[in-house]
Nanobody, 131 residues
Framework: EVQLVESGGGLVQAGGSLRLSCAAS????????IGWFRQAPGKEREGVSC????????YYPGSVKGRFTISSDNAKNTVYLEMNSLKPEDTAVYYC????????????????????????WGKGTLVTVSS
């Protein structure tokens, strides 16, 4: 059974930090890219980071670049999202998701780590940033 389990969410003050974890099981972790997405109340889900276990490539949108860092521990089948300088607008449910990665069609390079492409999803963890 495929599982993606997020943890590490919580309440933090603006300017603070949190580290989210995504523990994966039930699939070949080193053949997938893992993405972090978030959905704020009343807004569409958006991608905030992605990492390829195949080649280590990463992606960040402009809204979080320089503040968020994604990393992967392939030995533990776990991906982390370190979030610094948090802002109230970062408040959302954060999800991790996995998409199959191929060396001849790399996920990051081909912008395939997105809402419509992911194969598996976790249930999410809530991050609340107070002002």
């Amino acid at each position: 059974e495929v599982q993606l389990v997020e943890s590490g969410g919580g309440l933090v003050q603006a300017g603070g930090s949190l580290r989210l974890s995504c523990a994966a099981s039930g699939f070949s972790f080193d053949e997938y890219a893992i993405g972090w997405f978030r959905q704020a109340p009343g807004k569409e889900r958006e991608g905030v980071s992605c990492i390829s276990a195949l080649d280590g490539a990463t992606y960040y949108p402009g809204s979080v670049k320089g503040r968020f860092t994604i990393s992967s521990d392939n030995a533990k089948n776990t991906v982390y999202l370190e979030m610094n300088s948090l802002k109230p607008e970062d408040t959302a449910v954060y999800y991790c998701a996995a998409v199959r990665d191929f060396s001849d069609l790399p996920v990051i390079r081909n912008n395939l780590c997105n809402n419509n492409a992911m194969d598996y999803w976790g249930k999410g963890t809530l991050v609340t940033v107070s002002s």
